[in-house]
């Protein structure tokens, strides 16, 4: 009796060794889908992307996400010698967003964060049968973001994320300055 509690003893304390050496889960990829929206006189039908995040620490986190976007708009295209032409034309926006959140709660499943950061877009559009190509308007502006996670395990959660763009003049941009995601996040 006394070999099988020492044997089981030494057993729990290896495994618990063991388990406590395993490396942190540091960095995250999130997944997601965005709100549609009306934005600088176009229609957001569709946005996507992707964004990597690194801890530093328990509660701060540094996070590079990249998004694509595509938005209708009704424009008026007037040439030197013509009559003003009306077109709907595409546009594919791909904004970027660095931001520095700070996690409220640690050890948690349900993981909420505020945070800000800065927002990067370049508003572009080409109406290919005039080809033309005009650049509305590239902006740079802080935002601050908020949202939660919820951890399933320790590598899988899901999360819904939401960007506010700062005070700035974005009426020629079909960038919203709302944003809402959610997604599927992987933490390595």
């Known amino acids: ?20 050496q395993q490396p942190s889960l540091r960095n995250t990829v999130f997944i997601f889908a ?4 009306d934005a600088g006189g176009a229609r957001v039908d569709s946005a ?30 007037v040439g030197p010698t013509s009559e003003p032409v009306y077109a709907t034309v595409t546009t594919h926006l791909y904004p970027l967003d660095l931001n520095v959140s700070y996690q409220l709660l640690t050890n948690s499943r349900w993981r909420p964060y505020i945070g800000g950061g800065m927002r990067y877009v370049k508003d572009t559009f080409h109406a290919a049968a005039r080809h033309i190509s005009f650049v509305a308007s ?5 935002e ?25 003049y974005r009426s020629k941009v079909a960038d919203p300055e709302f944003k809402a995601s959610l997604g599927v996040s992987v933490r390595f």
Not at 59 to 68: D, G, I, Q, Y
């Open 1 to 20: 009796m006394p070999r099988l509690t020492l044997a089981l003893s030494s057993l729990f304390l290896i495994a618990s060794s063991a388990f406590a």
């Open 34 to 37: 965005s709100s549609s929206s």
């Open 48 to 77: 996507y992307g992707a964004s990597f995040d690194r801890m530093f620490g328990d509660r701060f986190s540094a996070e590079l996400s990249v998004s694509s976007e595509r938005a209708r708009r009704f424009v008026e295209l």
């Open 138 to 142: 590239q902006t740079i502006d802080p």
């Open 144 to 168: 601050v973001s908020g949202g939660i996670a919820l951890q399933f395990n320790p590598a899988i959660g899901v999360r819904l994320d939401a960007k506010q763009v700062l005070g700035s």
